[in-house]
């Protein structure tokens, strides 16, 4: 619907009287005519939104207005024609999509609807805050099924310590080792992190408290 440098044309647009004195009266309220509704109307929203918008329709069969010939052989007589708008815009416009634009303009007035402009290298806040809670549920997800699953018995030997700490059974790691391992995994499992978990941080716990106990 880009119609720059085109002569401009007058659209002759039938439309409800609704419709008619809807549209008139947003223009007088806002110092406009309108041409300029419909026009800001198709340079903010994308062409497919317009088109795919409903049309208001032409008026009802006994939908008309009644006006005065000014010229011709019935000159000063009444004449009931269907209601109409006038909009001065540039050629190649379909009537269907005016009326299409002037009834979008009511109902973003209206607020009905509304424009969200967006920065495709700036997303909505809203649009990556639902990226973030799809990455969490990804990553805990995953993170469950990687996740040593808690001795129910509890820590018994240190065989059972090294497991929980993520160690193999038979490795002899330093006390720097477990602390460091300790701590990794506490900011992980911690019942305030986003992980959280309140029984595998109590088993680390019991790990940790068991192991220092053995390792020099």
């Keep these: 619907m880009a119609h720059k440098g085109k002569s401009k044309k ?25 041409a300029d509704i419909a026009r800001s109307v198709m340079l903010l929203v994308p062409n497919g939104a317009i088109r795919a918008y409903p049309d208001p329709g032409e008026p009802l069969p006994n939908d008309r207005e ?28 379909e009537i269907v999509d ?8 009511l109902a973003l007035n209206a607020g009905t ?45 240190k065989a059972d310590a090294l497991y929980v700490l993520g160690f193999h059974p038979h490795s002899r790691p330093t006390r720097a080792d477990v602390k460091n391992r300790f701590r990794m995994l506490a900011q992980i499992y911690h019942p305030d992190a986003i992980f959280g978990d309140t029984h595998r941080m109590s088993q680390l716990n019991a790990a940790i408290s068991f192991l220092r106990k053995r390792i020099s």
Excluded: F, M
């Design 113 to 157: 609807l509304e424009v969200v402009l967006k920065d495709i290298n700036h997303p909505r806040i809203e649009d990556r805050l639902e990226s973030a809670e799809g990455n969490i549920k990804r990553l805990t997800s995953a993170l469950s099924a990687i996740s040593y699953q808690p001795i129910e018995r509890g820590i018994e030997t």
């Design 10 to 34: 007058s659209y002759v647009v039938p439309c409800s009287s609704g419709l008619r004195d809807a549209v008139a009266a947003l223009a007088e309220v806002n110092g406009v005519n309108t």
């Design 66 to 93: 009644e006006v005065i010939l000014k010229t011709g052989i019935n000159a000063g007589k009444p004449w009931r024609r269907k209601p109409r708008l006038q909009v001065r815009l540039p050629a190649g416009y």
């Design 98 to 105: 005016i009326r299409r634009a002037l009834g979008l303009a």
